[in-house]
């Protein structure tokens, strides 16, 4: 069965296909995704302390260059299969090369439903793969010709919100320890999973906004919206695999792969390929990827990461 | 009371802009600008403000024309192509023009 | 002595009179609002799933037909007696038949500090009580002979903010079970009185504001504002004794009846019925009918109660 | 510059209009609109906007004369005479005519 | 459509003043306004309206010319030389200019 | 080391320096602080009930006697060493008169991790000791000759949003007890620490905006700004210690003298003394004191207090 959480997501789905008036004010999604960011990043935190330092740059180091591939594994299906202006294949690319919070959250309840353990240092990995893609997104656009605003990128890739407040987490956590949080638990982590609900709620109603814009565009999108996640999840279970991580992390990595980015990127992209239509990739990576990972893909690229420990563990 | 012509700017256009905007007026000779958070509906769809991605904003400067006419020239060559973007002028009487 | 909540009421209550510069932000009344309903409704829906579907059937078509019926007790006696125009007395009148969240929201509350029992189903009662007033009311301001937008209608009333989330939380709740909810207990059952107490707050400045307003209609919307609830919470009891509901079930249910929208109504009516001015039927709902109810209503038909099923019994 | 003078609609009202009026408008042929959050009081007393029931909205449309004129009308006939509302126009010179 | 000429006056101020400059406008004859939030920069430096202490409003008044005069001569004699305060003024066309 | 609520205000303040995207909405900083001025106020209400009210009514005077002082120590070193036109340091001097209950709530934090005990009524004389400063700056300003609009400044001094909350939570916790808060304990007291970190974070963003208006008013301002704090804490110990507080009731107290306002005192200012520049207030309050209390002065004015008890003792 469903995951409570995701019957939140159907109900602000619904509702936003029926046209209710239920609207959240942008105050309360800004909060929701605020505590959303800074929870996860606490709770990385505490166990980045645990780590030993090398083993954490070089999983970092793998994890960088795979955000930095897959977006040029999906430009050349985007512009040469789908026939997308050059900017448009770039931006779509990029979102699918970096992450989505929501999804993570989501895959963290779904685990620990299923009492499946992962290496907890996940969020570390997840800060990490949001940067890569943008960059490749932008060389993507441009080429490296003309000439690139290097403080603007760097402005969009290590100072927006959701970056700081994911990054900011993970040092508190590193720095407090446990013990250090134990007074912010009630907030960050018994409040949890009803923020995430309330997360939810909110993109079940953007979502169903997508759907408008995602029709002018068509199959190609929505095939690609399936297949690309489906192939990412692949790439990080095998990378999650030589990482050595245990079949649990190796699965989460899968999920972070497939997952696509809503925030970070299309902020990034709207200032930096400015030519890129947002509502295309919007369209793609909240009107079906998001959807398609949470209901779906988080069970089945477990199942997956399971079986390839079996095959190769047999 | 000494009042005078001053033209008021109006621009109402993404809030991903809102940064770089602000930066390009004052950079233009605007001595102040005003800003008010918007939702809205034009060419390119509409906008509903529900998250940062859809929100609009209005800019409103009040500036001498040829101020006026460099910051819409700006904007028209710069964002116009790339953004949902829309700008009108029109004249509005001052007190202390020389504030403007 | 009070609830302390209720002194959360009479704070923002004694603030709004004092014109203090108290002001919660709009999204704030909205969050808490929303957390409200969703609780509740969670709750409620939780239950659901424990009952016989005939005997909610019955129920529910019960008390749809008390909520389509107490507007057609208060309408000649605001149009006759009260000489207000037809569109005002059927507006009011709507206000009346469906009910207040909040008030059931401070009744859950106070029957929990005095350990009450009552069937917790209620809220799926209180979800059904929301629909058929507002109908009523737009038949009463135009009845039957002239076109009525039926699309629009039905919009208002099933596609409102309270209701979407009310329905919403029921659906989650019956369809997750309480081990499904463990994991959003924290935010929607333990915070669930604080949430209450800065809901009163707001209330108790939105009540100050409806006072102004109240003045010029004088005397008779005081009294109706009043006699109304006394009336409908008669209504209630002998319906829930009727449908054999245990005494606190009863109870509650003569509070629901006794209880006077401002939320799902006004909106409707808004649209259905525009010539109705809104600020005489929220002054009386607002200004007298939710102050009367919580301080003094709630305690008073919960001894009516008692006492009916002491007699009934006797 | 191709600058060109078009009307700039503003209507202030109840906020539970913004559904129904935000279609009329579209159905009367303006090809966009902005809304703002407001609060205010006039006729009808004060509108504090601290919830829902007393919020205003402020929806700016620039249009042609013709459509100014027709949605005004429209809104006079229709929601004047039971919602709180005033509604104001001036001349506004916009850059790309054709957009509006 | 009778529609008739008259003023629009526009001040864009500190939040700080709401209360007051409600009761001033109100007392010097005007029969309603108009409030949204604001944020944006003048002389006094950058207003971001992060808290309370830095927020803005933007007031709109429509009203006759006597009337907006003596506003504007009353915020500038008792608001301009210590508060943040820009005013502006134009001519709107109303439609029931008996309401305003 | 720092607790860890203090990295949230370091994380703000790294974010604000380096001018990221992270811009918490305006309703959210008014819920958060709305929450924890009800926090402490019922805190303090609870215990006022158990207090003799003669040494509440001592204790009420001699602080307030202090907080009217306190400006008239400030005034003439910001005025004639300062050179500051006489209403700026008139409103400078109101600001360090009274006190910051952002700075009061890490101190609290701060006092439960040591484990150091104070008498638990402290929040009544935190509100108390909101009060007389702003009278004092108003004098200052204007001297006895010209007309005071009294009615504006008691609106100003009394009815401003954070002592309405303030005195609000005290009446609520002095008229319900512990036991009557027992239902609203998990939104008012067990999230109390995160809702800190999060307000910390908010003024982390504030602090760093101050900054740069600080420059133009050079070093004499940051000099007073960490001079002043000292002086008044030494104030407050010794007061502490006539009126018999513990050694940790009087280390608050000189905490609470070392504070300066940044909420109450600059909206009064505003009002009742406009000519006042309220940049140069908030920068030396926001920028220099309120950063240097909350990381350096709190366990300095707890060293002082024991190091002053040591002595007396001795
Ligand atoms: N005719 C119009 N009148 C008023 N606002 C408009 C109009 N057209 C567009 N806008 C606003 O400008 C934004 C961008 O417009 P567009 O570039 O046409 O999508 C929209 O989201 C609206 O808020
Ligand atoms: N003279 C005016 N100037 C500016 N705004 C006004 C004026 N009159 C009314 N309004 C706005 O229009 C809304 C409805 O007005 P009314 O129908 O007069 O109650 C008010 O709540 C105000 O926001
Ligand atoms: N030239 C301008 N155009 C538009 N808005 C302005 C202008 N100058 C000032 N403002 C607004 O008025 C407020 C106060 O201005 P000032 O008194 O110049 O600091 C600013 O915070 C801006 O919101
Ligand atoms: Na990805
Ligand atoms: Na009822
Ligand atoms: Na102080």
């Given amino acids: ?314 | 009371m000494n009042s005078s012509t001053r033209k008021l700017l109006t621009i109402i256009t993404e809030s991903a802009l809102e940064r770089v905007l602000v930066g390009d007026i004052e950079k233009l000779g605007a001595h102040g600008y005003t800003i008010t958070d918007a939702r809205g509906k034009g060419h390119r769809g509409p906008r509903t403000a529900v998250w940062d991605e859809s929100s609009n904003i209005r800019i409103d400067v009040v500036c001498d024309d040829v101020t006026a006419m460099a910051i819409a020239e700006h904007l028209q060559v710069h964002y116009y192509p790339n953004y949902g973007m829309i700008l009108f002028m029109s004249d509005v009487a001052v007190l202390r023009p020389e504030k403007f």
Same sequence: chains 1, 3, 6.
């Fill in chain 1, 1 to 314: 069965m469903l995951d409570p959480v995701l019957l939140f997501f159907l109900l602000g789905l619904a509702a936003g296909l029926l046209r209710s008036e239920l609207r959240l004010p942008a105050a309360v999604y800004d909060l929701v995704s605020m505590l959303l960011l800074l929870s996860i990043g606490l709770k990385g935190g505490i166990e980045l302390a645990k780590q030993p330092f090398m083993d954490l740059a070089w999983q970092a180091m793998a994890v960088l260059a795979m955000g930095a591939l897959l977006p040029f594994l999906a430009f050349p299906v985007l512009r040469f299969v789908g026939r997308l202006p050059r900017a448009d294949a770039a931006s779509v690319a990029a979102h699918y090369g970096s992450v989505s919070v929501g999804t993570y959250a989501v895959a963290v309840a779904y685990f620990a439903g299923k009492q499946i353990e992962f290496e907890s240092h996940m969020p570390f990995l997840l800060a990490v793969l949001e940067i890569p893609a943008i960059i490749a997104g932008i060389l993507l656009a441009r080429g490296l010709s003309r000439k690139i605003h290097l403080r603007t990128m760097a402005h969009e890739v290590f100072l927006g919100k959701g970056i700081v407040l994911l990054i900011g987490g993970l040092l508190i956590g590193w720095a407090a320890g446990p013990e250090g949080l134990v007074s912010v638990k009630p907030l960050f982590f018994d409040l949890f999973k009803g923020i995430l609900a309330l997360f939810l709620l909110e993109m079940g109603l953007i979502t169903a906004a997508q759907f408008g814009s995602l029709r002018q565009h068509g199959l190609f999108l929505v095939l690609f919206g399936i297949g690309m996640p489906l192939a990412s999840s692949v790439v990080g279970i095998v990378l999650g695999m030589a990482l050595g991580l245990s079949p649990g992390g190796a699965a989460m990595l899968g999920i972070l792969a497939a997952s696509a980015s809503y925030i970070a990127v299309p902020a990034a992209m709207r200032i930096s390929v400015p030519e890129a239509n947002p509502t295309l990739s919007l369209g793609v990576s909240l009107g079906v990827t998001f959807p398609f990972n949470v209901l779906v893909g988080i069970p089945l690229y477990h199942a997956l990461a399971t079986k390839a420990f079996t095959l190769a563990g047999g």
